[in-house]
């Protein structure tokens, strides 16, 4: 990733299927996830926050003309400015956190089940990315993403 991109929006969803709330700022705890998020987990395997670029939702409603509200693509982190996709494998600051990107983050079935149908189609490569938290810290709207 050039330069650097900030956190657009933050969301939580406290159970599987919940609805998805914003949240100003979020604890990131290394090695278990968000605080008060649905993948929160002490012993957790690589699920700890996903992220999905503010680019992308406006290109798959452009393209598609699917409208996602807000935190309705189910990922914790949405950014701006940040080449998501190339931080598979590399480590990165986000606020005060530190995270390593473990895979690009694919859409599912879940999730068009929760949206409407094509959701899954159009999400396709540009769905996000999936990563481990490594240091705790605060992550809030607004903060840096850069890459370390």
Same mark, same amino acid.
């Given at each position: 990733?050039?330069?650097?991109?900030?956190?657009?929006?933050?969301?939580?969803?406290?159970?599987?299927?919940?609805?998805?709330e914003?949240?100003?700022?979020v604890?990131?705890?290394?090695?278990?996830?968000?605080?008060?998020?649905?993948?929160?987990d002490?012993?957790?395997? &690589?699920?700890d926050?996903?992220?999905i670029?503010?680019?992308a939702?406006? $290109? *798959?409603?452009? @393209? #598609? +003309?699917?409208?996602?509200?807000?935190?309705?693509?189910?990922?914790?982190?949405?950014?701006?400015d940040?080449?998501?996709?190339?931080?598979?494998g590399?480590r990165?600051?986000?606020?005060?956190?530190?995270?390593?990107?473990?895979?690009l983050c694919?859409?599912?079935?879940?999730?068009?089940?929760?949206t409407?149908? &094509?959701?899954?189609?159009?999400?396709?490569?540009r769905?996000?990315?999936? $990563? *481990?938290?490594? @240091? #705790? +810290?605060?992550?809030?709207?607004g903060?840096?993403?850069?890459?370390?």
């Amino acid at each position: 990733m050039n330069g650097s991109g900030t956190v657009n929006a933050i969301h939580l969803a406290r159970e599987s299927a919940a609805e998805t709330e914003a949240v100003d700022t979020v604890e990131a705890i290394a090695g278990s996830g968000l605080r008060g998020d649905r993948h929160f987990d002490p012993d957790s395997s &690589g699920d700890d926050i996903t992220f999905i670029e503010a680019e992308a939702v406006e $290109a *798959v409603e452009q @393209e #598609s +003309g699917i409208s996602l509200e807000p935190g309705a693509h189910r990922r914790n982190v949405t950014t701006r400015d940040a080449a998501l996709n190339h931080l598979v494998g590399e480590r990165f600051r986000v606020g005060g956190a530190v995270c390593e990107g473990v895979e690009l983050c694919e859409p599912c079935s879940h999730l068009e089940s929760l949206t409407e149908k &094509g959701t899954l189609s159009a999400l396709v490569h540009r769905g996000g990315l999936r $990563a *481990v938290i490594v @240091e #705790s +810290g605060e992550i809030g709207v607004g903060d840096g993403i850069e890459s370390l």
